[in-house]
């Protein structure tokens, strides 16, 4: 059985932009009072410019934690557990309501398309108070695979079982 070998592929902005783009989960990572980090697994959009969209309430401890320390990181996962992934960092802010409203528009359409009724989703954002957590990216790292170091694969290397 052939070994997946890992990998570490630098990639500029563009490209950054369309791997956040076909990928829907990661883990958010905002900083608590003390410094201690807090991350919660979340659902994420990719707006027009390239920002990092998170759907929260206001009262999320994400959406606290950024309120008063706008520095935050999310870990963009694939679909499955060895999928590519990455990690990226900037700046967060919370878009509360009104505001939000639009942005929970461009969240739903980034992350679904067309809604068949906008009138029916505005309203309901509005009755759910939601908000919206906006992440600039500002660094990233490449976007990685696991597996061995190309370096421990060999085709005369045994596979985990020995053979």
Same mark, same amino acid.
């Given at each position: 059985?052939?070994?997946?070998?890992?990998?570490?592929?630098?990639?500029? !902005? $563009?490209?950054?932009?369309?791997?956040?783009?076909?990928? #829907? =989960?990661?883990? !958010?990572?905002?900083? %608590? %009072?003390?410094?201690? $980090?807090?991350?919660? *697994?979340?659902?994420?959009?990719?707006?027009?410019?390239? #920002?990092?969209?998170?759907?929260?309430?206001?009262?999320?401890? @994400?959406? +606290?934690?950024? %309120?008063?320390?706008? #520095?935050?990181?999310?870990?963009?996962?694939?679909?499955?557990?060895?999928?590519?992934?990455?990690?990226?960092?900037?700046?967060?802010?919370?878009?509360?309501? *009104?505001?939000?409203? /639009? +942005?929970?528009?461009?969240?739903? %359409?980034?992350?679904?398309?067309? =809604? $068949?009724?906008? /009138?029916?989703?505005?309203?309901?954002?509005?009755?759910?108070? @939601?908000?919206?957590? #906006?992440?600039?990216?500002?660094?990233?790292?490449?976007?990685?695979?696991?597996? !061995? $170091?190309? =370096?421990?694969?060999?085709?005369?290397? *045994?596979?985990?079982?020995? @053979?």
């Amino acid at each position: 059985m052939a070994r997946n070998i890992a990998t570490n592929t630098r990639v500029e !902005f $563009p490209e950054l932009t369309n791997f956040l783009r076909g990928n #829907r =989960h990661a883990v !958010f990572l905002t900083y %608590r %009072r003390s410094g201690e $980090p807090q991350m919660s *697994p979340v659902v994420f959009a990719v707006d027009s410019q390239g #920002r990092i969209l998170v759907s929260t309430y206001p009262d999320r401890a @994400k959406a +606290v934690n950024v %309120r008063r320390d706008a #520095r935050a990181a999310a870990c963009i996962l694939g679909a499955d557990f060895d999928d590519a992934w990455v990690q990226v960092s900037g700046r967060a802010e919370v878009i509360d309501l *009104p505001e939000s409203v /639009d +942005v929970l528009v461009d969240y739903y %359409r980034a992350a679904a398309g067309e =809604h $068949p009724d906008w /009138d029916e989703y505005r309203s309901a954002m509005l009755t759910q108070g @939601k908000s919206v957590i #906006r992440l600039t990216i500002e660094t990233w790292g490449p976007v990685a695979t696991g597996g !061995f $170091p190309a =370096h421990l694969v060999s085709s005369s290397t *045994p596979d985990a079982q020995g @053979k």
